[in-house]
């Protein structure tokens, strides 16, 4: 993880951190980081915050092991506020609720944008071992030929009642899709972007 250039004398040593869900992108919580609680949650991977009630350091999840897993850390433009992107292990509020804004926190929608971005990575660092990098290597002829096989399960299946293969064949399906998108140097944001311009006429 890079270095963070945080101005902690701006706010008198203590920065707030907004915690969102890497899959979910759910804003989960708010807590308050000085320059040591920062350096803990770098160097354990386990969200910890400065306790302004308890004047120390809280690892969130250090009673109920409701821990807050950490995935990446992000300075704002003054320098000021952290967004701090975390998998939770478990409920994130005290009173057992997925955020402390009393929101649900399931939706898994978000964890495309990262599996979009393994796939861009293993097409611009191609490893040996790497299922989708031998597809790059094959070309977007055998691509596209490989989205139109899934296509034809998905339909295969979707006519039996056996939700386990559908799921499969679906999740295999959207797969493929979105690596014959990366083959050909489009955005999945401009297929959203033709979608909602149908959808606003």
Not at 12 to 38: C, F, H, R, S
Not at 125 to 133: E, F, L, Q, R
Not at 154 to 167: P, Q
Request: glycine share 6%; aromatic share 8%.
């Amino acid at each position: 993880m890079k270095n963070l250039n945080i101005d902690f004398e701006k706010v008198n040593g203590l920065v707030p951190a907004i915690i969102q869900d890497a899959n979910t992108n759910k804003v989960l919580m708010l807590g308050y980081m000085n320059e040591e609680a920062l350096e803990k949650t770098r160097k354990t991977g386990k969200v910890t915050f400065y306790s302004r009630t308890k004047q120390r350091l809280w690892t969130k999840g250090e009673t109920s092991e409701n821990f807050l897993m950490l995935k990446d850390i992000k300075v704002d433009c003054d320098q000021d506020t952290l967004l701090v992107y975390v998998e939770p292990v478990g409920p994130v509020c005290h009173k057992g609720t997925d955020t402390c804004f009393a929101e649900e926190n399931k939706s898994k929608t978000a964890f495309i944008d990262h599996l979009r971005g393994i796939i861009k990575d293993r097409k611009n660092n191609p490893s040996d071992k790497s299922y989708t990098t031998s597809l790059f290597a094959k070309g977007i002829n055998k691509i596209a030929q490989k989205v139109g096989e899934e296509a034809v399960e998905i339909v295969i299946e979707a006519k039996d009642e056996n939700k386990d293969l559908f799921m499969g064949e679906a999740a295999d399906l959207l797969f493929h899709y979105l690596v014959l998108l990366e083959a050909k140097g489009y955005e999945l944001d401009e297929v959203m972007g033709v979608l909602i311009k149908r959808h606003n006429k």
